[in-house]
Each structure stands twice: as C-alpha cells, then as structure tokens.
Nanobody, 128 residues
C-alpha cells in the first residue's frame, strides 16, 4: 500500500530554518512527481513546491520563492523541503502528495487536485 509520511515539523523562531522530509513506503518514489502543500488555520490549502521524477522543480507560491527548496533522494525514497528565513505566515500543516509520472504540465500539480496520494501532514509553527 502506498504511504507517505511527513516529518521534521516543529516550533521555530522567525528567521529560522527547518527541513521537512516526505518518506515513501510501499512504492518506488522515483516513478512519481511529488508536491509539498500547506494549509494554515482558516485558510485554503496552498501549493508550495513540486518536483518531477527527473528533478525539475516548480515553485507554486510566490511567497516562498528564494526561501524554500524542494529536492529528492530517490535512493532514500524521500523528498525534502528545505525552509529558510521562516516567517510567522509560514505557520501551517505541511503535506506531501504524490502523482504517478506522465505527460502533464508541472504547474498542474500546484493546485493539489491532480495528486493521487497524500500524507497526514506535519505542523510547522513559526513564532517568537
């Protein structure tokens, strides 16, 4: 059974950094595109960043441009989200999701509706 497990969330001060991990089990991650999404309290889910099988990335949110970096280690079956210069407005539950690779545009992943499988999320709180 395909499973995604996020980890690495926690409490961090503004300006700090966290690295989130999305570990896959039950399937080989390198056949899938992976996206990171977040949902803040009282707000709609938002696409953060996506990465294709070959490593090409798509930034989904202007607010994280230059601060967040998505990467993947297929050998470890894991995708990462490095988050630097964190701001209070980055506070949210962060989810990773997977979609089997195919012939589609990368930006279609950003909305989230195209994704097939989701993790349960990890909470990131940015506060002094």
């Amino acid at each position: 059974q395909l499973q995604l497990v996020e980890s690495g969330g926690g409490l961090v001060q503004p300006g700090g950094s966290l690295r989130l991990s999305c570990a896959a089990s039950g399937f080989a991650l390198d056949y899938y595109a992976i996206g990171w999404f977040r949902q803040a309290p009282g707000k709609e889910r938002e696409g953060v960043s996506c990465i294709r099988r070959g490593g090409s990335t798509t930034n989904c949110a202007d607010s994280v441009k230059g601060r967040f970096t998505i990467s993947r280690d297929n050998a470890k079956n894991t995708v990462y989200l490095q988050m630097n210069s964190l701001k209070p407005e980055d506070t949210a539950v962060y989810y990773c999701a997977a979609k089997k690779e195919g012939f589609y545009y990368s930006n279609t992943l950003c909305g989230g509706d195209a994704m097939d499988d989701w993790g349960k999320g990890t909470l990131v709180t940015v506060s002094a």
